[in-house]
């Protein structure tokens, strides 16, 4: 079955650009009724829905980040990433990402989260 | 961006015990409605999709049931397991959103 594993710095100074990577294995992303997700859970609160991408490039953000956030896809690598630029403290989170199945839009698997703390 | 709101927020219960979990959209999402579980250190699992699908491998004393507004999660017979916090989301349009969480704690 499909896994999703994140991978990148787990410490991030304020201003900068945090980057973050999602590696599918058991399946391929260009696979046909999939696209794919970065959600992030704040420290002991709810979740909060970043951004989706389709495995032909198209990008739904979330207004609030949509300023600071870009997702891109690399099929050849089977990898889809995140970048938030000008990161304050309120964007230390776990962040995850997924795979949504377009039927129902819904997040069938998930990665197992990294926590990224901004601080200097 | 649609408001998704759970009721209650925190839950005492015993094993063996039924129980239910509300969530209110503030504008109809249809059956746009899902259902996670997550247990801490751990990412949210999908128990139900549109609002009243069982996903493949989840057990069968959870249940889903709402359209419109008005969802509920219930869970027919709490297992030691069960303890956890429960999300709802809103896939009916972006920004997808959850609701605040429903913390089950044994009694």
């Known amino acids: 079955q499909v896994q999703l594993q994140e991978s990148g710095p787990g410490l991030v100074k304020p201003s900068q650009t945090l980057s973050l990577t999602c590696t599918v294995s058991?399946?391929?992303?260009?696979?046909?009724?999939?696209?794919w997700t970065w959600i992030r859970q704040h420290p002991g609160t709810g979740l909060e829905w970043i951004g989706s991408?389709?495995?032909?490039?198209?990008?739904y953000y979330n207004p609030s980040l949509k300023n600071r956030i870009s997702i891109s896809i690399d099929t050849s690598k089977n990898q889809f990433s995140l970048k938030l630029s000008s990161v304050i403290a309120a964007d230390t989170a776990v962040y995850y990402c997924?795979?949504?199945?377009?039927?129902?839009?819904?997040?069938?698997?998930w990665g197992q989260g990294t926590l990224v703390t901004v601080s200097s | 961006d649609i408001q998704m709101t759970q009721s209650p927020s925190s839950l005492s219960a015993s094993v063996g015990d039924r129980v239910t979990i509300t969530c209110r959209a503030s504008q109809s999402i249809r059956s746009y409605l899902n259902w996670y579980q997550q247990k801490p250190g751990k990412a949210p699992k999908l128990l139900i999709y549109?609002?009243?699908s069982l996903q493949s491998g989840v057990p069968s004393r959870f249940s889903g049931s709402g359209s419109g507004t008005d969802f509920t999660l219930t869970i027919s017979s709490l297992h030691p397991e069960d303890f956890a916090t429960y999300y709802c989301q809103q896939s009916y349009t972006t920004p997808r959103t959850f609701g605040q969480g429903t913390k089950l704690e044994i009694k």
């Open positions: 997924t795979r949504t199945a377009h039927q129902n839009d819904v997040d069938d698997f």
């Open positions: 549109a609002a009243s």
């Open positions: 991408i389709y495995d032909s490039g198209t990008t």
């Open positions: 058991g399946g391929s992303i260009s696979s046909g009724g999939y696209y």
